[in-house]
């Protein structure tokens, strides 16, 4: 399967604890987006990298979000201290040329208890 | 600030016939519009794009329009099928790198 990948598919933790979420991109893609989604609610932009600069972050939600992507393929998103209130579908996504068409993973489910 | 708006309601209909869910967008003037299919639990899927000047552009049974008078895009379903019941959504970038998406419309379709 070449398209986008994340890792884990599922993560239980409690509230102050952190986590690290996965995003293997499609190989040949140089942009990278994350975004969250909450039930109902269509995906909300976090950041964006293209090759291994992030060019936009002001979406991130607050400090104690951070994204990497240090050799411009896979990223990585870390969500310190975590809340209740960050459970949520973090998803990953990918595109070739601009925003155009992206490539969606298959999200991480992130459960804060 | 830039939004993308949907119907948050449910859309049922019989199949076999047409599908027409509305995004409205405000705040901006976007240079293209997306739609997106998603099933529950998965990630979104890639249907469309239409560019500002183009009316209309279809894709088998789908057909996106995009009104800039109107600041709306109308996605159409033909002969819709059981198969096509998913959330549906609308997405823009919003000038910048910040992408922008609408909550999305739920389809059901009957059998």
């Known amino acids: 399967d070449t398209g986008v990948s994340q890792d884990p598919r599922h993560k239980i933790t409690k509230r102050g604890q952190n986590v690290t979420f996965r995003c293997d991109p499609i190989s040949e893609h140089n942009r990278l987006y994350w975004y969250r989604q909450t039930l109902g609610q269509g995906p909300e932009f976090l950041t964006y990298f293209q090759n291994e600069a992030q060019l936009e972050k002001s979406r991130l939600l607050s400090d104690r979000f951070s994204a990497e992507r240090p050799k411009g393929s896979f990223s990585t998103l870390e969500i310190q201290r975590t809340e209740q209130g960050d459970s949520a579908m973090y998803l990953c996504a990918s595109s070739l040329r601009g925003p155009y068409e992206q490539y969606f993973g298959p999200g991480t489910r992130l459960t804060v208890t | 600030s830039q939004k993308i708006e949907q119907n948050s309601e449910a859309l049922n209909i019989q199949e076999g016939k047409t599908a027409t869910l509305t995004c409205n967008y405000t705040?901006?003037?976007?240079?293209?519009l997306q739609w997106y299919r998603q099933d529950p639990g998965r990630g979104p899927v890639f249907l469309l794009l239409i560019r500002e000047n183009e009316k209309e552009k279809r894709k088998e049974r789908l057909k996106v329009t995009f009104d800039t008078t109107l600041k709306q895009s109308l996605f159409h379903i033909t002969a819709s099928q059981p198969a096509d019941s998913a959330t549906y959504l609308c997405a823009s970038d919003s000038g910048t790198y910040k992408y922008i998406f609408g909550t999305g419309t739920r389809l059901k379709v009957l059998a």
């Open positions: 705040n901006y003037s976007p240079a293209y």
